[in-house]
T-cell receptor, first 115, second 111 residues
Framework: DAGVIQSPRHEVTEMGQEVTLRCKPI?????LFWYRQTMMRGLELLIY????????DSGMPEDRFSAKMPNASFSTLKIQPSEPRDSAVYFC???FGTGLSGELFFGEGSRLTVL | KQEVTQIPAALSVPEGENLVLNCSFT??????LQWFRQDPGKGLTSLLL?????REQTSGRLNASLDKSSGRSTLYIAASQPGDSATYLC??????????FGEGTQLTVNP
């Protein structure tokens, strides 16, 4: 299996621009998670989906952030408009099952820099 | 709210040494605990997953233990190698599929 695939790997944009990050989870996994990692705050869960349905978006920082999962093999995280404080590495992760069985597999991340 | 603490924040050891990384958590009502490795500029790689009913898991030179009652887990690395240099993170799984991560221990193994 190719693992969790994220794109782009690097994105540099100017404040106010729209940013779209993409994720393809591992085939057969029914959970998808979006995390953000910064030096100051470590890893933070933004949102997660189960069977393409958003379950918990309490970690989404503001209305500028939105996430969708139109099908089992694709998800997007959108920031509009972007701000310099959004600069971070955004990770997508997927797992099969939860609780007792949910080993989490991460993508390589998308490094976002907002100037 | 679950809080996860990892000690030490950084560790530097000579090659061949056995070492222990520590992870503590405040809420013992967990489903599982995972140890991850993160190399610079890379994503997280799952090393070991311990279910709440288990006491330990082993994979090669790695052994992870879990003591729910005391809110602690340790990751033991035997015969460390320079290739083990990375940041190691523990994450605790609680209700709602939520993983809470520690800040990580940055390990350097010197040849």
């Amino acid at each position: 299996d190719a693992g969790v695939i994220q794109s782009p790997r690097h994105e540099v944009t100017e404040m106010g621009q729209e940013v779209t990050l993409r994720c393809k989870p591992i085939s057969g996994h029914d959970y998808l998670f979006w995390y953000r990692q910064t030096m100051m705050r470590g890893l933070e869960l933004l949102i997660y989906f189960n069977n393409n349905v958003p379950i918990d978006d309490s970690g989404m920082p503001e209305d500028r952030f939105s996430a969708k999962m139109p099908n089992a093999s694709f998800s997007t995280l959108k920031i509009q408009p972007s701000e310099p404080r959004d600069s971070a590495v955004y990770f997508c992760a997927s797992s099969f099952g939860t609780g007792l069985s949910g080993e989490l597999f991460f993508g390589e991340g998308s490094r976002l820099t907002v100037l | 709210k679950q809080e996860v603490t990892q000690i030490p924040a950084a560790l530097s050891v000579p090659e061949g040494e056995n070492l222990v990384l520590n992870c503590s958590f405040t809420d013992s009502a967990i489903y599982n605990l995972q140890w991850f490795r993160q190399d610079p500029g890379k994503g997280l790689t799952s090393l070991l997953l311990i279910q709440s009913s288990q006491r330990e898991q082993t994979s090669g030179r790695l052994n992870a233990s879990l003591d729910k009652s005391s809110g602690r887990s340790t990751l033991y690395i035997a015969a460390s190698q320079p290739g083990d240099s990375a940041t190691y993170l523990c994450a605790v799984g609680t209700s709602g599929s939520r993983l809470t991560f520690g800040e990580g221990t940055q390990l350097t193994v010197n040849p």
